[in-house]
């Protein structure tokens, strides 16, 4: 029976043990979880050109334009996917499936596009390549 708890408070302190390293490598790699943010005071709505050129904007017709845009989105979003779901029943199979291939390998495009502008940003380029021209 001593030796049935001596495993067992073994094995939970190797839990516990690797529970904390992982955390640690978690906070060293800067995955710490963002602080709630406390709301000093409510926000004016940002708003979209051309409304957001009008200085003379009260707040209440800020949000109201806000809540009319986001309205808006919201409405061509569900128009766009109507759109794709009656294309989508029209292709067949084989089109579906090459549908999906060249949507995820623009999703994977975009993963590196937005990869290697991050590692510009934070200056990790490396420095001894050549620019690149505009354009290119």
Known sequence: MKRFIAVALLLTAF?????????????AAGNKPKPEKKDKAP???????PWSDLSDLSDDQKSRISDIHKKAVDEMKT????ERQD???????EQKAKISQLEQEEAAKKK???AAKKKEMSGGGGGGGE???DGE
Do not use: C, H, N, W
């Open 131 to 133: 620019k690149k021209k």
């Open 87 to 93: 294309i989508m029943a029209v292709l067949t199979e």
């Open 43 to 49: 926000k004016a709505p940002k708003l979209t050109k």
């Open 79 to 82: 128009i766009q996917e109507r």
């Open 15 to 27: 839990v516990a043990a690797g529970t904390y390293s992982i955390a640690i490598a978690d906070d």
């Open 112 to 114: 590196e596009a937005a």
